[in-house]
């Protein structure tokens, strides 16, 4: 099995360990110059706070600055976009929220996804369920498009448990130099709903955002997991 693409920026858990692993894998076949060497297409999915935002926003950000072109769409993206060549060329194709494609625009994924796998492109997706329980408004998705989805890889995402949501705000918390009690911390982990998000914060000012790839499309609040920094007054009150 050749190397994994490294992405120290995401924390690995027993949660997001596969996807974590397939995403990587994409990676490497791009920048390797292996099409061969990841399944096409991959399908994600989970719950709505599982982390697939912050996978795909971190898959673009390494893509990207490996020099690979990437395009990266809402389902409800295909409504608004009439010129789909983007999507059809780059090196990198995420769409995401598929649970949200409108029922007429399925054969336009299809050819999407048709063309990119003839060229060798890879095309990873994400939804709330997987291929066989993949509904549009509680009607099941046609399975023209499913049989595609599950012909490639498909892997699952749990949202965080406990363990593996202290182990990132200790991480965060000793990032930012923080001296949290681990009172507070077990009450954030009892409290927050986090998925696998940024650990390095690339020496960002206290309340600064880090910026990232700019996906097209609606991010779901509950899909945001890259948490602020306190703010001077916040931690004179953790400390």
Same mark, same amino acid.
């Given at each position: 099995?050749?190397?994994?693409?490294?992405?120290?920026?995401?924390?690995?858990?027993?949660?997001?360990?596969?996807? #974590?692993?397939?995403?990587? =894998?994409?990676?490497?076949?791009?920048?390797?110059?292996?099409?061969?060497?990841?399944? &096409?297409?991959? *399908?994600?999915?989970?719950?709505?706070?599982?982390?697939?935002?912050?996978?795909?926003?971190?898959?673009?950000?390494?893509?990207?600055?490996?020099?690979?072109?990437? $395009?990266?769409?809402?389902? &409800?993206?295909?409504?608004?976009? /009439?010129?789909?060549? &983007?999507? %059809?060329?780059?090196?990198?194709?995420?769409?995401?929220?598929?649970?949200?494609?409108?029922?007429?625009?399925?054969?336009?994924?299809?050819?999407?996804?048709?063309?990119?796998?003839?060229?060798?492109?890879?095309?990873?997706?994400?939804?709330? &369920?997987?291929?066989?329980?993949?509904?549009?408004?509680?009607?099941?998705?046609? /399975?023209? #498009?499913?049989?595609?989805?599950?012909?490639?890889?498909?892997?699952?995402?749990?949202?965080?448990?406990?363990?593996?949501?202290?182990?990132?705000?200790?991480?965060?918390?000793?990032?930012?130099?923080?001296?949290?009690?681990?009172?507070?911390? =077990?009450?954030?982990?009892?409290?927050?709903?986090?998925?696998?998000?940024?650990?390095? $914060?690339?020496?960002?000012?206290?309340?600064?955002?880090?910026?990232?790839?700019?996906? =097209?499309?609606?991010?779901?609040?509950?899909?945001? *997991?890259?948490?602020? %920094?306190?703010?001077?007054?916040?931690?004179?009150? $953790?400390?």
């Amino acid at each position: 099995m050749p190397p994994r693409f490294p992405m120290p920026r995401l924390l690995a858990t027993p949660e997001n360990r596969r996807a #974590l692993a397939a995403v990587q =894998d994409v990676l490497h076949s791009m920048t390797a110059k292996d099409p061969c060497g990841s399944a &096409n297409p991959l *399908h994600l999915h989970g719950p709505s706070g599982s982390g697939k935002t912050s996978l795909m926003r971190a898959l673009a950000d390494e893509a990207m600055a490996n020099g690979l072109e990437v $395009c990266a769409l809402s389902s &409800n993206d295909f409504a608004d976009t /009439r010129d789909l060549d &983007n999507a %059809r060329n780059a090196d990198l194709l995420i769409v995401e929220d598929l649970q949200h494609l409108p029922t007429r625009f399925t054969a336009t994924l299809i050819e999407l996804l048709d063309h990119r796998c003839v060229h060798l492109q890879p095309t990873v997706l994400t939804a709330l &369920n997987g291929p066989s329980r993949l509904r549009h408004r509680g009607a099941p998705v046609a /399975r023209r #498009l499913t049989d595609r989805l599950a012909a490639g890889l498909v892997v699952a995402l749990e949202p965080m448990q406990a363990p593996s949501r202290l182990r990132l705000l200790q991480l965060l918390a000793e990032d930012a130099r923080l001296g949290i009690a681990g009172a507070i911390l =077990d009450w954030l982990t009892q409290h927050l709903i986090v998925g696998p998000a940024i650990t390095r $914060c690339d020496a960002a000012a206290p309340g600064q955002h880090v910026p990232g790839p700019q996906l =097209d499309g609606p991010v779901a609040a509950e899909d945001r *997991h890259v948490l602020r %920094r306190p703010r001077p007054q916040d931690r004179a009150a $953790c400390l």
